[in-house]
């Protein structure tokens, strides 16, 4: 499960697919291929978005987790 607390480079190892997601919001994880430091909750406070806006990365951020999970295990 992605919490505010989980790190980019975890966030990243266990969901690559949020790299893209979180592009699109104008939010920047990697930098020359590596991991920014710090949590999910201090990259998305930092670029100016709500505590309910980041709940809301965070539910869509486990939802593809969710996904991602089900498609494996078929």
Excluded: H
Excluded at 25 to 31: F, M, N, S, T
Aim: with cysteine; aromatic share 4%.
């Amino acid at each position: 499960m992605i919490t505010k607390e989980t790190t980019i480079e975890d966030l990243v190892t266990i969901l690559p697919d949020s790299v893209s997601y979180m592009m699109e919001k104008g939010i920047r994880l990697l930098i020359c291929g590596e991991p920014i430091w710090g949590t999910v909750e201090e990259v998305v406070l930092a670029k100016g978005f709500t505590n309910s806006q980041l709940e809301e990365i965070i539910s869509d951020l486990n939802k593809m987790l969710l996904s991602k999970n089900e498609t494996m295990a078929q």
